[in-house]
């Protein structure tokens, strides 16, 4: 339980299981008062609330010592910021490792407890919007970092799924589909209920967009080339749920990721990449670029001033990110914006998996190299 709690980011609790239906012993003399309708299955009833309290004591244990065991792995500057939040008091009253999840992610997002709220919120947006998957992490390490930015952007107050225009139309369809089903039904407006699902069947598919949006184009543009031609001829198959992206991304098969891959003079120049497969002239070697006259000739690898020499985007090592192809200008605009105005540093994460802002709040150098 506190395993799962802990995953879906909600604290559990243990409520009492509702009393079996009982009935009259007499129904002519109520005086007598009342037995179990079924007595089997009141035995159980009474069995599980000798059990509650002990179920209890045993989550708040549980519970506790999840939250010591999230708090000594947090390093002292991590400590430091959540003492600083003004409710810190009461999550170290609660012990609520749930809470304790939500404030370390705050910190790792940049979210500071202490700038002007509406300001503190955009700030978490824009880091969502410029959020992209390394080109070395993995599919569940992406996800996991990718619903850590959205949960912070939540409990700041930003709502990026209230879409009116698309909610109504989705309620429409939805009763339309109901009145289908019931021929007695006449009214064709949404009731409540199923404007409740719209909205959380919108929500659902913005979030999934957004986490699909920030896949590695290197990995997972063919991916998105297949979504988007299968819209245009009648096939909506995207998915509707960050479940649904990650199972995708984790089946589709994609081609080997390209490095070096795109032309980035005019059709004049003379020279062309190396394309794999095909006769013994059209052998693919990485870095190497061929002239009309089919000579092959090494092309420059430019590195900034750590050495590092690929796109942190795509890979590429014939440009940097500033240059990426597979990025459109607004894209570029924001990512150089984001690298001004926000705190990078507490993104970033050593190793394999670094996130795509890390890498580019960490190698601010090599854009102006």
């Known amino acids: 339980m506190v395993a799962r709690a802990l995953e879906s980011e909600t604290t559990p609790t243990i409520t009492a299981p509702p009393r079996p239906p009982h009935v009259p012993i007499d129904p002519a003399n109520p005086a007598l008062g009342e037995r179990p309708e079924d007595p089997g299955e009141f035995a159980i009833w009474n069995a599980e609330i000798g059990l509650i309290a002990k179920r209890r004591s045993n989550l708040r244990d549980g519970l506790s010592k999840a939250y010591a065991i999230l708090w000594e792995q947090c390093s002292p500057s991590v400590q430091g910021r959540i003492k600083g939040m003004d409710d810190y008091p009461t999550l170290e009253a609660s012990r609520d490792p749930v809470d304790l999840i939500k404030k370390i992610h705050q910190v790792c997002c940049g979210a500071d407890a202490h700038r002007q709220p509406i300001y503190a919120m955009v700030q978490t947006v824009k880091a969502l919007a410029t959020f992209f998957q390394g080109n070395r992490q993995s599919n569940e390490d992406y996800k996991e970092k990718f619903d850590a930015h959205w949960s912070v952007v939540e409990q700041l107050g930003g709502n990026l799924v209230n879409h009116t225009e698309f909610i109504d139309e989705r309620a429409a369809e939805i009763a339309q589909e109901a009145m289908a089903r019931d021929a007695t039904r006449t009214d064709a407006n949404p009731t409540d209920a199923e404007m409740e699902c719209a909205r959380n069947e919108i929500a659902a598919e913005v979030k999934a967009a957004f986490m699909l949006s920030g896949a590695s184009n290197s990995r997972y543009k063919e991916l998105k080339d297949y979504l988007e031609n299968q819209y245009v001829t009648g096939s909506d198959n995207y998915p509707r ?75 590429g090592k014939d440009h940097w990110i500033r240059e990426c192809p597979e990025l459109t200008e607004a894209q570029k605009g924001q990512i150089l914006v984001q690298l001004g105005a926000v705190d990078g540093s507490s993104l970033v994460q050593k190793g394999d998996g670094e996130e795509e802002t890390s890498q580019l709040a960490g190698s601010s150098s090599g854009l102006e190299d």
């Not at 980035?264 to 009309?292: H, P, R, S, Y």
């Open 241 to 315: 749920s960050v479940e649904g992206v990650l199972a995708l991304m984790n089946n589709f098969r994609v081609s080997e990721p390209r490095r070096g891959g795109y032309r980035t003079g005019g059709e004049d120049d003379g020279l062309a990449f190396v394309q794999e497969g095909g006769d013994d002239n059209k052998e693919e070697k990485e870095g190497a670029i061929v002239t009309q006259s089919g000579k092959k000739e090494e092309k420059e690898v430019k590195t900034n001033s750590k050495g590092e020499s690929a796109c942190f985007h795509c890979g």
